[in-house]
């Protein structure tokens, strides 16, 4: 059958249908194509649901190869605790990815004060680490999300966010991190 014989015959068989079977032709024809369309996001949401429950699995398996602490005397307990920390050659390292996540925000490091303060016979000492950034409110605060995951032993200190009117979309911030050190490795 050619093109214009098969219209004519579609031409037809819709003038037989009448309005009201034309009507429920279209509404079957789209309620068919909602149904495919609900039932491939329904299963892109159960693929990603898989997914989270295989990284919660992973989650709870590295948990249970953890030691358990009330097997471990007090002196073993402060050594597994100490031995969480980097040793002050680290912090270099802890800086660059500082640095990194600023690149990833697009922020400028123009200038950091780096501080060491050790009191007392403290073993752990602290890097106090001061950065004044420049940018919008969510790239900063992306910065110091991303820091501090990268970063298992820095603290945020202090953050004090400054904007010159109301309604200015970039924020002046001065970020105070502390990086945690074992001084007796």
Do not use: C, H
């Amino acid at each position: 059958m050619n093109a214009v014989a098969l219209q004519r015959q579609l031409q037809y068989r819709l003038a037989q249908l009448g309005g009201a079977g034309s009507l429920g032709l279209l509404l079957l024809l789209l309620a068919a194509l909602g149904w495919f369309t609900l039932i491939r996001a329904g299963e892109k949401e159960l693929a990603g649901s898989r997914l989270k429950l295989e990284a919660l699995k992973q989650q709870v398996e590295s948990k249970n190869s953890l030691p358990v602490s009330s097997a471990l005397n007090r002196e073993e307990q402060l050594q597994v605790f100490y031995e969480g920390f980097p040793t002050g050659n680290k912090v270099p390292d802890a800086l660059k990815r500082i640095y990194r996540a600023s690149d990833k925000y697009k922020l400028t490091l123009d200038t950091g004060e780096y501080t060491w303060v050790q009191t007392g016979t403290e073993r752990l000492g602290r890097y106090r680490i001061s950065l004044p950034v420049k940018g919008t409110f969510t790239q900063v605060l992306g910065f110091m999300d991303t820091v501090l995951q990268e970063n298992a032993t820095l603290a945020l200190e202090n953050v004090i966010f400054k904007r010159d009117k109301v309604d200015d979309a970039g924020v002046d911030a001065k970020l105070v991190f502390v990086a945690y050190v074992d001084t007796q490795p």
